[in-house]
């Protein structure tokens, strides 16, 4: 079956320029997280959704990032006004349920110049 | 804070010489520890879960351990096609949010 999809593979954009990033999930898990991996800083935890509960944006490392998850699917990760250490990797993951292994997209990989 | 270390950093083998990569982590409660193998410009490929100490899973060339402050992913008789990167991860049991705490991985390079 299809696993995790993410768009675009690949972002180059412009320090203060607004950029959004897709993940579908693989159908039927309930829960999708959202990961940064950096050179050097290994992956890290932004934000987390399951089902229709309120997200946890414990990992979200400023008000610039935000995301939203429409229908239980498809969630979008926005990053506004770019900086350059927001260059990085960009993971979606998700699960049958929230104690399952998670399995991940290729990553959507930011350049900010 | 939960804190995982992996080590070694990096780690070369010669093809068919078994190694052992160690994971040792700091968690309030563990829920599970999982083992993942991430190829240059892929995301992170699952590879097992163990949820109590003394628990041990194989696949093909590999077999993860657990005890109760560290993890071993034992490698025997590697093949160039086992060259990745290994990441360990804990996810604690008092965690709402059920996110995974990730090491830094260990980068495996297999001569033929």
């Known amino acids: 079956g299809a696993g995790v999809s993410q768009s675009p593979s690949n972002k180059v954009t412009e320090k203060g320029k607004d950029v959004e990033l897709r993940c579908d999930p693989i159908?039927?898990?309930?829960?999708l997280y959202w990961y940064r991996q950096s050179l050097g800083q290994g992956l890290e935890f932004l934000i987390y959704?399951?089902?229709?509960?309120?997200?946890?944006k414990s990992g979200l490392p400023s008000d610039r990032f935000s995301a939203e998850r429409t229908g239980g699917s498809v969630s979008t990760l926005t990053i506004q006004r770019t900086q350059q250490e927001d260059s990085a990797v960009y993971l979606c993951?998700?699960?049958?349920?929230?104690?399952?292994?998670?399995?991940f997209g290729p990553g959507t990989r930011l350049t900010v110049l | 804070e939960d804190q995982v270390t992996q080590s070694p950093e990096a780690l070369r083998l010669q093809e068919g010489e078994s190694s052992s990569l160690n994971c040792s982590y700091t968690?309030?409660?563990?829920?599970?520890l999982f083992w993942y193998r991430q190829d240059p410009g892929k995301g992170p490929e699952f590879l097992f879960t163990l949820y109590s100490a003394g628990e041990e899973k194989e696949k093909e060339r590999l077999k993860a351990t657990l005890t109760k402050k560290e993890s071993f992913l034992h490698i025997t008789a590697p093949k160039p096609e086992d060259s990745a990167t290994y990441l360990c991860?804990?996810?604690?049991?008092?965690?709402?949010?059920?996110?995974?705490?990730f090491g830094g991985g260990t980068r495996l390079m297999v001569k033929p």
């Open positions: 959704f399951q089902g229709n509960s309120a997200p946890d």
């Open positions: 968690v309030s409660g563990l829920r599970g």
């Open positions: 991860a804990v996810q604690a049991a008092n965690n709402a949010g059920n996110m995974l705490t």
């Open positions: 159908s039927g898990h309930t829960a």
């Open positions: 993951a998700s699960s049958p349920g929230p104690s399952n292994e998670q399995f």
